[in-house]
């Protein structure tokens, strides 16, 4: 039986089905194909990436069967060729399930992790590329989420994504964000999950009570005029994504247990790439969630001992307990989202030269309206990296907040349901659009 429209109470409980023990086993699986790079082999049953897919789309088959057939499960495929890391025609095929939202269906966020294992040269597709973290962690992840949210029922929808072909160019989520464009997704965030599972960091660091939220400032779809508007205005560091961050660093701070997060300002690792980026390329609010300290001999390396120092990415360098607790702020912030209404729309602000400050923002559309308590307007001195006083003002579209000097705070609306559960903030104008 699925549970009815969830509520905080709801929120506790997905955190606290998550299963370290689930998560070690998918792993194991995962590492067990041998290699999964993305020009490995596709008939075997045992070994390479065709094995691979076949038994992540199984184990989704098996959770849609578990909630009655809950899950829209299928291949996403594209063929890739002339590329530099792909320069013969290759089938670049990822996998994806849909769990339908009940009132507003076009609305999704995503959870993804990437299928595909590399080893020191990425152009090798036969030797053991084990891919325990980088990035088993990510899909099985995933493949938990789906387990424990597919038990319950939400407003909107959400797709859970094992990505092909990212140690290739990021190939499955380019074919993932065009295919929701193309299919009117009003896609409302991707949590790209990244290597979740690495607790021993290079640097000595051992930390199993933090995790990174990589996100851009500003949107990468900013037209030459946006960025000249929002030079006068504000809103570098208040793009959809960054406030998709900010949303997850409160989901952790109120519901995970002993993790915070740090919030990096910037889309990704210094100078690499990860598969949220053709999301925001898109025009998407994307985000990339990771372990905090990375250890580099384990990730990319062929299997090897060398003066004594061992390479290679295998199983024993995953913590089960740190990535269930990461693949637990997922399913919470997903389940949050789900529950929420949409992000406010069409939201702008006015007040120059004048005492007050005045928001304004599109009305809720259809059901959206009937599960709509209201909007909750926040604001925050410009140098603070988190919201830090909100007022809640009811069912209206407009607010004027009186004796607020517009110039000494930036400002946003979330939309509140009648159960309490918000959307993530929305920043007004271009620079903070979450979409329609
Ligand atoms: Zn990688």
Redesign the pocket.
């Known amino acids: 039986m699925a549970n009815q429209l969830g509520d905080e109470a709801q929120l506790h409980k997905i955190a606290e089905q998550i299963s370290a023990e689930r998560i070690e086993q998918d792993i194991r699986t995962l590492v067990a194909f041998g290699t999964r790079h993305t020009l490995s082999e596709t008939k075997s049953d045992k070994r390479g990436i065709g094995a691979a897919r076949r038994w992540v789309k199984a184990e989704f088959d098996k959770i849609s069967a578990e909630c009655g057939g809950c899950l829209e499960v299928r291949f996403q495929s594209g063929v890739i060729k002339g590329e530099k890391r792909i320069p013969n025609a290759t089938d670049v095929v990822s996998v994806i399930a849909i769990q339908k939202g009940q009132t507003d269906p076009s609305r999704y966020v995503v959870m993804s992790g990437?299928i595909d294992?590399?080893v020191s040269d990425v152009m090798d597709a036969t030797s053991d590329a084990p891919?325990a973290n980088?990035?088993a962690s990510g899909v099985a992840g995933v493949l938990e989420a789906a387990r424990v949210l597919s038990q319950y029922h939400f407003h909107g929808s959400i797709v859970y994504a094992a990505l092909a072909g990212?140690?290739q160019g990021l190939f499955g989520g380019k074919i993932m964000a065009e295919q929701a464009v193309k299919d009117g997704w009003r896609v409302k965030a991707v949590l790209n999950n990244?290597?979740i599972g690495n607790s021993s960091g290079i640097n000595g660091v051992m930390d199993n009570t933090s995790a990174r939220l990589f996100s851009e400032g500003t949107r990468a779809v900013e037209t030459a005029e946006e960025a000249m508007r929002r030079r006068f205005t504000g809103g570098e560091v208040d793009s959809p994504s960054r406030n998709l961050a900010r949303y997850i660093d409160v989901i952790a701070d109120r519901y995970i247990p002993n993790l915070d997060t740090m919030m990096v300002y910037r889309l990704d690792r210094y100078g690499r790439g990860g598969h949220h980026r053709p999301f925001n390329e898109a025009g998407f609010p994307a985000i990339r969630i990771m372990e905090t300290n990375e250890h580099y001999d384990r990730?990319?390396q062929d299997l090897r001992t060398e003066n004594g120092i061992v390479y290679g990415d295998t199983i024993d360098g995953v913590d089960f307990n740190y990535a269930a607790k990461l693949t637990a702020l997922n399913a919470v912030s997903l389940a949050s989202m789900a529950w929420a209404p949409s992000p406010p729309a069409k939201v702008e602000i006015h007040g120059a030269v004048e005492p007050h400050t005045r928001l304004t923002w599109a009305p809720a559309k259809g059901e959206e309206a009937n599960m709509l308590k209201g909007y909750k307007i926040y604001w925050r001195y410009t140098d603070q990296p988190q919201w830090q006083f909100s007022r809640f003002v009811g069912k209206v579209n407009e607010f004027t907040l009186k004796n607020v000097i517009i110039d000494n705070y930036f400002f946003g609306v979330a939309s509140v349901a009648q159960n309490g559960i918000e959307s993530p903030v929305v920043f007004p104008g271009a620079a903070g659009s979450f979409g329609e």
Do not use: V, Y
């Open positions: 990437d294992s590399r891919g980088d990035n990212e140690e990244d290597m990730q990319h």
